[in-house]
């Protein structure tokens, strides 16, 4: 009897152990396995690397706004084949305004909208994308030119930026034509 208590003691034990560790025992008792992780702790970060270990641990937070007639972020898109030129401004009331050709329209964004892209704009991995990503072989390629946090990015998104890429697709969804 005590032996069959104790074996049960062990088993218990042992599972809060591997509980504590990330790791399940299996259905049968047996193997433990790994369990997803809720808590996001980021991986270790490369000491060759400590701007991009502090941006990869760092949070978004959304971008402050000083007032109404702010520009928190300038998309520019232009070229392709057909030569395209339309813009797309955030602006501090939440509203955002495209322009295409001579055609502007004045959006409102909803509560939502407006604190995701905000975020975007707060994304601390834009601060190690370069002032210019374009690939010197593609022709007919659409130019972006982002404005804000008081710099310039030009890209035609050829290169690898998630950041920059998450923003734009974002800022793509307000232009005509999406």
């Known amino acids: 009897m005590v032996l069959a208590r104790g074996s049960a003691v062990v088993t218990v034990c042992a599972t809060g152990v591997l509980a504590l560790a990330g790791c399940t025992s299996g259905e049968d008792g047996g193997t433990a396995e790994p369990t997803r992780s ?69 959006s409102p964004a909803t509560k939502a909208e407006f604190t995701e892209l905000r975020t975007l704009l707060g994304d601390p991995a834009l601060e190690d994308v370069p002032g210019t990503a374009m690939s010197s072989g593609a022709a007919d390629m659409f130019q972006y030119t982002l404005r804000f946090d008081g710099r310039t990015v030009v890209t035609d998104r050829t290169s690898d930026g998630p950041a920059l890429d998450r923003l734009i697709d974002a800022l793509s969804e307000w232009l005509p034509g999406h």
Not at 38 to 55: E, I, N
Not at 68 to 85: C, D, E, N, Y
């Open 38 to 106: 809720t808590t996001g702790t980021a991986a270790p970060a490369s000491p060759a690397s400590p701007s991009a270990s502090a941006t990869a641990a760092a949070s978004p937070t959304p971008v402050p706004v000083t007032g109404p007639g702010q520009k928190l972020v300038t998309m520019t898109v232009s070229g392709g084949f057909a030569g395209v030129r339309q813009e797309v401004v955030l602006l501090g009331d939440s509203t955002v305004r495209t322009t295409e050709e001579d055609k502007v329209e004045v």
